[in-house]
């Protein structure tokens, strides 16, 4: 479970520049949401995803291989191969996607096809401006959909409707995609 929630690679990646163009609120004990950091089986096969068809753009290109980035992670022997992708200039709402290596993998979890969401799943949301082109993508390359788009909340004063999808990655991450109406 601790590589599920990965907080620790954040110093590692260069987090310091990060860390200072995300300051804590004033009254809040943490700042927005910087990264989520997914584990994934293949770091090509996760970017096909995040970088091909979402349209995120790689920010940190990183490779790890010493003891420092197995204490954080309370492991013996591993590597990774490290990515870390953003939409515009944000230093808000980042995806890391680390693909792990050597001896020690046991704590990887089994990817999941589950055609529904279920207690303990983490969902990457994102707004989008092409859910048409993004959904034909996804469902060509064979992703489990859960939901295709579809309205979820109507709203009688817009003229086009938005629109949710909702699908799972290679490595059972759920992504849901809104569209905004207008």
């Not at 979402?54 to 591993?78: C, H, I, P, S, Y």
């Not at 944000?90 to 020690?104: I, Q, R, Y």
């Not at 859910?131 to 993508?137: D, E, H, L, N, P």
């Not at 003229?159 to 995609?177: A, I, S």
């Amino acid at each position: 479970k601790r590589l599920r929630f990965f907080l620790g690679a954040l110093a590692l990646a260069g987090a310091g520049a990060q860390a200072a163009g995300n300051p804590v609120p004033e009254g809040f004990r943490v700042a927005p949401l910087a990264r989520a950091s997914l584990f994934v089986r293949d770091l090509d096969e996760a970017l096909a995803l995040y970088r091909d068809i979402l349209g995120l753009r790689v920010r940190v290109d990183r490779d790890f291989a010493d003891e420092r980035f197995n204490q954080v992670l309370g492991t013996r022997g591993l590597t990774a191969r490290a990515r870390i992708l953003q939409s515009g200039d944000t230093v808000h709402g980042n995806v890391g996607l680390f693909e792990l290596g050597g001896d020690d993998r046991s704590g990887l979890p089994a990817a999941s096809v589950a055609t529904a969401a279920a207690t303990g799943d983490v969902a990457l949301v994102f707004i989008t401006n092409d859910m048409a082109g993004i959904a034909a993508k996804v469902t060509a390359a064979g992703y489990v959909v859960i939901a295709p788009p579809m309205v979820l909340f109507t709203d009688p004063a817009l003229t086009v409707q938005p629109l949710e999808m909702l699908f799972r990655d290679r490595d059972g991450v759920l992504v849901n995609l809104i569209q905004p109406g207008r």
